[in-house]
């Protein structure tokens, strides 16, 4: 059994392969580290590439496109590691990536998760929108970001480069002990994609176990690679796990206010879209909506166990106060502005 594992899921991306795997193959080269790419049935030439081009990873092959979290969920079954490593196929890994986060978790027994500094490939000096430093989210589901609130990205200048707890880490490169990731069941199928790490870290983090964000590992994350942001498929898909991750772990204090209100917000988006001229967007959140209140029945004994299973009733890093109300009234367009001793009151 390795130590780590680090697992790249793959589904038609052999330029991406070709382009981020050998920084991963390089800089991952340390005792006790296995990388793996798990081919989630791709159509393309991405298993050839692999067995002509990279000989020394190791090959998992899925029978069919689970999507991101079935995908993981399957390839994971077949590893024995301490430590998992979820990666995307468009990062780009820098030397000594691992080594810090090996070491605090080493240390840390309470830390379930953590994650890297995110910085975007196309500029370098800028934080990667999805994780940036370490993810917040607010009482309505609003996930943010130490680097980026709403659609403001903050350029590095090392202000976040102290370790910080977190809510969520991002599942770009998620570093996850592998007996946690199978306690708490690891990502949920259902969502195909998007929002399925946060909900995993939400079960992780009620549960009392610890995140963090440790900004001395450092990576680049292309983003967006397999849907662009202003797809209407990741809007409704986004939406509609936003809600059914809500209606899984808020108490039963919180759900119908928050519910209430959610529903209230989501009609102003989908009226923003339409604004915009968007109008396969708005279309999206309307189907969002109509999906999770058919599906909500199917996840009632999800619900019902996570709720069984809270240990931690208040989780300071899900701040109790609108993430919206402070960007858009409060003007706080950087984390370094919001007083989260405030925002948890």
């Known amino acids: 059994m390795s130590k780590v594992a680090v697992v790249i899921l793959n589904w038609n991306g052999s330029e991406m392969l070709r382009t981020f795997l050998p920084s991963v193959i390089g800089y991952s080269a340390i005792s006790g580290v296995d990388v793996y790419v798990a081919d989630n049935a791709s159509t393309d030439n991405s298993v050839s590439v692999l067995t002509k081009e990279f000989s020394s990873v190791k090959q998992i092959l899925l029978d069919q496109n689970y999507g991101f979290a079935d995908g993981y969920n399957k390839a994971l079954e077949q590893i024995e590691a301490d430590y998992f490593v979820l990666l995307n196929s468009d990062v780009e890994v820098t030397e000594h ?6 070491a605090y978790l080493d240390t840390h027994p309470e830390v379930a998760a953590c994650q890297p500094k995110i910085l975007s490939w196309r500029q370098k000096d800028s934080f990667e929108y999805a994780g940036a430093c370490g993810g917040f989210m607010d009482r309505y589901g609003y996930p943010f970001c130490r680097g980026r609130i709403m659609g403001i990205v903050e350029k590095d200048h090392g202000q976040y480069d102290d370790i910080l707890p977190i809510f969520w880490a991002t599942g770009a490169a998620l570093f996850i002990r592998s007996s946690d990731y199978r306690n708490a069941g690891g990502l949920d199928g259902r969502f195909f994609a998007h929002m399925e790490e946060i909900d995993l870290c939400w079960r992780l983090r009620s549960r009392g176990r610890e995140l963090v964000c440790i900004p001395q590992s450092v990576v680049y994350h292309v983003g967006g690679a397999t849907l662009k942001k202003e797809n209407p ?24 206010h928050v519910m209430t209100v959610r529903c209230i917000l989501d009609y102003v988006a989908a009226f923003t879209f339409l604004l915009k001229g968007e109008l396969p967007n708005m279309t999206a959140v309307f189907q969002a909506r109509k999906e999770y209140n058919a599906l909500r029945k199917d996840f ?4 019902e166990t996570n709720l069984e299973k809270t240990s931690l009733q208040v989780i300071p890093e899900r701040i109790k106060k609108s993430i919206l109300a402070q960007y858009y009234w409060g003007r706080k367009k950087y984390f370094s502005q919001l007083n989260m001793s405030y925002l948890n009151k």
């Open 97 to 102: 990536w691992l080594e810090p986060m090996i």
């Open 233 to 256: 498929r990741k809007t409704f898909l986004n939406f509609r796990n936003n809600l059914l991750m809500l209606y899984k772990n808020l108490s039963e204090s919180e759900l119908l």
């Open 300 to 303: 009632r004994a999800s619900r």
